[in-house]
């Protein structure tokens, strides 16, 4: 637990714990805690990359040397960064379950912060994938973006929504049994939005130049409902 | 007792109405018929998953296990409801297109709304303390609520599709024969009453299960019933 572990504390008296002033403080050192963990097992990213580049090699490979039309190609690098979010980003609460941290951390964080600091983890874990997985993508189907700020807007605003719902889900996950073959099953569906609009708004940054994606409204509105859930629900959560 | 019989005598007129009052509508020839099934029971997987969510809400209010079972209740309604929606719309895709899958916007929709109920009673599955049962699973509702807006109304419109309009388009206009509007209508209110009726028989049913493995004491009423 890092510094955390340092502290005297008693339910409700740490930063965040109880009053709302702090709760990005918190946030923070969640956040902090999860990082210099993750740098020193390098897990998550290196699990997480490792599956999105196979992935990513079969699916070339099955397409073979002619490539693909931008419809395909757009929907190819969406499914592989979908699973590859699925298969790392359940583990920053399933760890804490496993390592039998989860009360601890309920002690020294409030809910919110918790999930805002995963949150937050969860969002360099999936941005760290993709500064792999994109150029190789690129290197491996021969394809160019004709609006590359498009495609930018559009995998930051869906890297917000998906690493959103994925930290709730698997915060739900991490208290059920058998959670890790469930987070497929109970993410995908509620995911379905913002892998639609990703791959339509990614079609368009490859094929027409200088254009700006509507689906970017899709994608900021999806963001904004579940972090506002994820916000509003999160003693209940967490509530153990 | 009454309204049952006339549940079900209203249900029998629907059927012969649909097949004998209303006219066929252009274009859609005797596919027009399915639009008095598919439609209701497409609206009832909707009505199901406004009660779960509503019921969700209540229970992490109130922390009450009624409120539990009947958003339980109702995820298993609406799953049903949305098979049966999904199966007729293939029919219908069959009919009018050639085939009974072809990953229209719509279907694809009404898919993943299957798979939404699906999950939640699988995660409902993989808990076994009631209490933190019905919290996840009222999390796990409220986020779905949330979501499927944009998962019914938004990305079909993200699509090409094949699918007619709604039955008040875009254009906010009705587009219906009145004979087939009314029948419509009466289908839709029919279904509706025949959700509901099952979905209280259902809960009683739950709470009784509940009642009887000590996690909930029950009203006199319920108990002496």
């Excluded at chain 1, 490539?67 to 804490?96: H, K, N, P, S």
Aim: aromatic share 12%.
């Amino acid at each position: 637990m890092g510094h955390e572990r340092d502290r005297a504390v008693t339910p409700g008296s740490v930063a965040g714990g109880s009053n709302g002033g702090s709760l990005l403080g918190t946030a923070w050192a969640v956040f902090a805690k999860d990082v210099t963990t993750e740098l020193r097992s390098r897990y998550a990213v290196a699990a997480t990359a490792t599956f999105a580049l196979a992935a990513l090699a079969v699916v070339s490979f099955a397409v073979g040397p002619f490539g693909g039309r931008a419809e395909l190609l757009a929907a190819f690098l969406w499914t592989v960064i979908l699973f590859a979010a699925a298969a790392g980003l359940a583990q920053a609460f399933v760890r804490e379950a496993e390592r039998r941290t989860w009360l601890t951390l309920r002690l020294v964080a409030a809910p919110g912060a918790i999930l805002l600091g995963k949150w937050g983890v969860n969002l360099a874990v999936l941005a760290s994938i993709e500064v792999l997985v994109v150029p190789a993508f690129l290197v491996l189907f021969g394809v160019e973006f004709r609006s590359l700020p498009a495609f930018l807007a559009i995998l930051v605003l869906a890297n917000l929504g998906l690493s959103a719902a994925l930290t709730l889900v698997s915060a739900l996950l991490a208290q059920a049994r058998a959670h890790g073959a469930l987070v497929s099953a109970l993410a995908f569906p509620l995911v379905v939005p913002v892998l639609m609009a990703a791959i339509v708004g990614t079609r368009r940054a490859f094929t027409e130049p200088g254009a700006w994606p509507p689906e970017w409204r899709v994608l900021a509105a999806y963001a904004g409902v579940v972090v506002g859930i994820g916000v509003l629900l999160a003693e209940h959560v967490l509530d153990d | 007792m009454w309204w049952r019989w006339g549940l079900f005598l209203w249900m029998a007129v629907v059927t012969v109405a649909a097949f004998l009052y209303a006219p066929l509508a252009k274009k859609l020839y005797e596919q027009t018929r399915i639009i008095y099934w598919h439609i209701p029971v497409a609206w009832v997987t909707l009505v199901a998953f406004l009660v779960v969510g509503w019921q969700s809400w209540r229970y992490l209010v109130t922390r009450d296990l009624v409120a539990d079972a009947r958003a339980a209740v109702a995820m298993e309604l609406g799953l049903l409801f949305c098979v049966l929606a999904t199966v007729s719309g293939a029919i219908f895709s069959k009919g009018m297109w050639g085939s009974y899958w072809n990953w229209d916007p719509r279907q694809t929709s009404i898919f993943f709304l299957l798979l939404v109920y699906a999950a939640a009673l699988t995660l409902r599955a993989a808990v076994e303390d009631p209490a933190r049962r019905a919290r996840l699973s009222a999390v796990y509702g409220l986020f779905a609520a949330a979501v499927t807006p944009l998962l019914l109304f938004v990305v079909p419109r993200l699509f090409f599709t094949l699918h007619p309009d709604p039955i008040v388009n875009s254009a906010g206009k009705l587009e219906m024969h009145p004979r087939m509007f009314q029948v419509f209508l009466a289908s839709l209110v029919g279904f509706t009453g025949i959700f509901f009726w099952v979905y209280a028989l259902d809960v009683r049913l739950r709470l009784h299960q509940l009642a009887r493995e000590g996690a909930w004491t029950g009203s006199g009423k319920d108990r002496a019933a």
